[in-house]
């Protein structure tokens, strides 16, 4: 993996579960013209699926609301510090974090005062030591 590998996080703002979120991660992958090999992750919250590609090696992707009353809520992703080359989970992997409502193209939630609708999606890529691959942003926007 050189400098220039770049992970893919393709996103949109629904909620795709089942044949629609797997059409959506084949739709991804064509997207940022990965091939049979690339890797794909899919991960959804409110009012948002992610897909996270990459050719280089294994991936993991997951998307989280900041607000724990929701299914999804309070994880991981949130909190966590915004931009690319946050600390890895563990030697080997390379992490990004994405703050959601900072992604042009993605409309923020709107809810009552007091709960915190901010969302964020974890991508996680096996990187060899030494690599730093860049995180790429797609936004495919739904009518």
């Known amino acids: ?55 280089a090696g294994a991936v993991r992707v997951r998307a989280s609301i900041a607000d724990p009353s929701f299914p999804g809520g309070g994880g991981a992703g949130a909190g966590a510090d915004v931009g690319a080359g946050a600390a890895p989970d563990r030697p080997g992997w390379q992490r990004f974090v994405v703050a959601v409502e900072e992604v042009a193209g993605i409309r923020p939630l709107v809810g009552p005062p007091g709960v915190d609708l901010a969302r964020t999606v974890t991508v996680e890529v096996a990187a060899p030591d030494g690599a730093r691959p860049r995180l790429e942003v797609h936004v495919v926007e739904r009518g």
């Open 1 to 55: 993996m050189s400098g220039l590998d770049a992970v893919h996080l393709v996103l949109v703002g629904r909620t795709l579960r089942g044949t629609l979120g797997e059409a959506f991660r084949a739709e991804a992958v064509a997207l940022v013209g990965a091939g049979d090999a690339a890797e794909s992750a899919i991960s959804r919250t409110v009012e948002l699926t992610a897909v996270a590609v990459s050719s």
